[in-house]
Each structure stands twice: as structure tokens, then as C-alpha cells.
T-cell receptor
Framework: ELKVEQNPLFLSMQEGKNYTIYCNYS?????LYWYRQDPGKSLESLFV?????AVKQEGRLMASLDTKARLSTLHITAAVHDLSATYFC???????????????FGQGTRLTINP | DSGVTQTPKHLITATGQRVTLRCSPR?????VYWYQQSLDQGLQFLIQ???????AKGNILERFSAQQFPDLHSELNLSSLELGDSALYFC?????????????FGSGTRLTVV
């Protein structure tokens, strides 16, 4: 069964600093997603990583994927308060009996950026 | 607007009652997923439907049930409500093949059981 683990689960950092959130998954998958959730709000799609070595960047966020290591990272550069949110990674798994796909989510990383 | 519509946005009800949450998927999406999010349990997968048929079950209680109708909208029924059922309930939809941006989430229904 596919398992997805994120670390850290809680991260408090100061504005201007850099940090990385890690997402490990247990079985082979060809696609990984990052979502952002603000408190009490819905999940917003940030990145889709489709192949080994894929790197996507949007503003101060950069996501990468290493399918051989089954690891994705979300790097935050020069953090600003507006990036405070919970970040989820999700990996495509298979419901083998029906041949259907589903997303398996990590636990989420609650990021707090202090002025 | 993500294209996934959930109603109602907020619901306050008493213990022991029954409620129905509704979800209309994004146009063209055949799969609907229900998730429960509480402070201590994170994002918990409840159940998935594809084109009217149940496809997968997660941590869904026996007091909870769901269905997907021919027009593809879905309803999540929660009965004999307990205080611990208070949570955000999300619906998400996707095409059969998870390309592009994967799931599209609705804005959620905040359920408060008093």
C-alpha cells in the first residue's frame, strides 16, 4: 500500500530564511502533486511533477522530484509571511482491482513564517 | 472558483441528527472523492465514486454513506452525529486519468455538531 510521509510536520521560520519540506513515498509512482491550504480554506494546486528530475518554480517556491529516491522537495527561498500555510504533497497510486487511480496525501506541513 | 461546488458552506446541527452534504464535480470529471479534515486527524480519505459506482473506501464510519447520481453530483450523508464529527468536509473531482493538476477541490463544508 502506498504511503506518503512529509517532514517536518510543523515548521516555524523567520522571514528571509530558506527552508525545505520533504516528501517521501513508499512505492513507485509517476506523478507527484503539491497543494497549499490556508486555514479553513480549500486545497489549491501548486505544482505537478511528472518525471524524474522534474523541477518547477513559482515565485519563492521550487519543487523537485527524484523518482529513484522516491523523494520530492518543496524549497522556500527568502520566505515571506504570505507563504504561511499548510503544504501537502500527494502521490498517484493505483486501485489495482478496478484499474483506477487515486491520490494519496501526506500528513501536511504547517508552515508559519514570522516577521 | 475551482469548478467543484459544495453546499452548504456551513452547517450547525445537534448531536444525533442527520445531515446531507452535496457536491457537484467540475464539468467533465467522472470521479468524486470525499475527505474529512479535522484538527487532530489531518486529511482523511472517506470514499470515492466513479461514474455512479463506488470505487474505494477509506476511513468512513458506518454512520456515514455516500452516493453519486446519474448527473454525477454526489451526496455524503452523515447520521447519528457526534461531537467528534465536527470537521471540514471536502469534495474533490478528477477525470478518470489523473493528468494535469490531479484533484480539484471544492471549498468545503464546515460541519459543527453541538
Amino acid at each position: 500500500e502506498l504511503k506518503v510521509e512529509q517532514n517536518p510536520l510543523f515548521l516555524s521560520m523567520q522571514e528571509g530564511k530558506n527552508y525545505t519540506i520533504y516528501c517521501n513515498y513508499s512505492t513507485t509512482s509517476d506523478r507527484l502533486y503539491w497543494y497549499r491550504q490556508d486555514p479553513g480554506k480549500s486545497l489549491e494546486s501548486l505544482f505537478v511533477l511528472l518525471s524524474n528530475g522534474a523541477v518547477k518554480q513559482e515565485g519563492r517556491l521550487m519543487a523537485s522530484l527524484d523518482t529513484k529516491a522516491r523523494l520530492s522537495t518543496l524549497h522556500i527561498t527568502a520566505a515571506v509571511h504570505d507563504l504561511s500555510a499548510t503544504y501537502f504533497c500527494a502521490v498517484v497510486g493505483w486501485i489495482t482491482i478496478q484499474g483506477a487511480q487515486k491520490l494519496v496525501f501526506g500528513q501536511g506541513t504547517r508552515l508559519t513564517i514570522n516577521p | 472558483d475551482s469548478g467543484v461546488t459544495q453546499t452548504p458552506k456551513h452547517l450547525i446541527t445537534a448531536t444525533g441528527q442527520r445531515v446531507t452534504l452535496r457536491c457537484s464535480p467540475r464539468s467533465g470529471d467522472l470521479s468524486v472523492y470525499w475527505y474529512q479534515q479535522s484538527l487532530d486527524q489531518g486529511l482523511q480519505f472517506l470514499i470515492q465514486y466513479y461514474n455512479g459506482e463506488e470505487r474505494a473506501k477509506g476511513n468512513i464510519l458506518e454512520r456515514f454513506s455516500a452516493q453519486q447520481f446519474p448527473d454525477l453530483h454526489s451526496e455524503l450523508n452523515l447520521s447519528s452525529l457526534e461531537l467528534g464529527d465536527s470537521a471540514l468536509y471536502f469534495c474533490a473531482s478528477s477525470p478518470r486519468s489523473l493528468t494535469g493538476y490531479g484533484y480539484t477541490f471544492g471549498s468545503g463544508t464546515r460541519l459543527t455538531v453541538v
